[in-house]
């Protein structure tokens, strides 16, 4: 048997689909609707009626289980809050009394190194900034 001119695809194209499919639907929609009126065991009005009430009863159980979700996952969130303030504390703790074991001055005399450091670097700023106005005026200037 020779497959190699074989073909899957409809003489008819592309467009033919789209019309057999909706027909199919029809059918299935025919053949559904007749079953259901041979075979249904109670009237049309008794049956809406219990199907009424199992989706109002599935409603008030899905209510609920999302409920229960909704608490879950805000103790969730709750318990993730407090593990990261008490993962913060304890790095703030660990931190500092590493810091306390190996400096090796007072925590006085560092603070006066910070600010003698601080007030340099501040003069320096100044200094810095003095410098670029005065260029800038100059370059304003007019020569003459």
Avoid: Y
Avoid at 40 to 65: D, N
Avoid at 107 to 132: H, M, P
């Amino acid at each position: 048997m020779h497959t190699n001119n074989f073909d899957l695809d409809d003489a008819g194209g592309e467009e033919s689909h789209g019309g057999g499919l909706f027909g199919l639907a029809l059918v299935a929609l025919a053949v559904g609707a007749g079953t259901a009126l041979l075979f249904a065991p109670a009237q049309g009005a008794k049956t809406r009626e219990v199907v009424g009430e199992r989706l109002r009863g599935f409603r008030g159980e899905a209510e609920s289980v999302i409920s229960r979700v909704q608490r879950e996952l805000h103790r969730r969130e709750a318990r993730r809050r407090q593990g990261r303030r008490s993962s913060a504390l304890i790095g703030l703790a660990v931190g500092a009394g590493v810091a306390a074991l190996l400096l090796p001055q007072s925590g006085a005399e560092t603070r006066r190194q910070i600010s003698a450091k601080l007030r340099r670097r501040k003069g320096d700023v100044e200094e810095a900034v003095d410098r670029v106005v005065r260029e800038s005026q100059q370059e304003s200037q007019p020569s003459t």
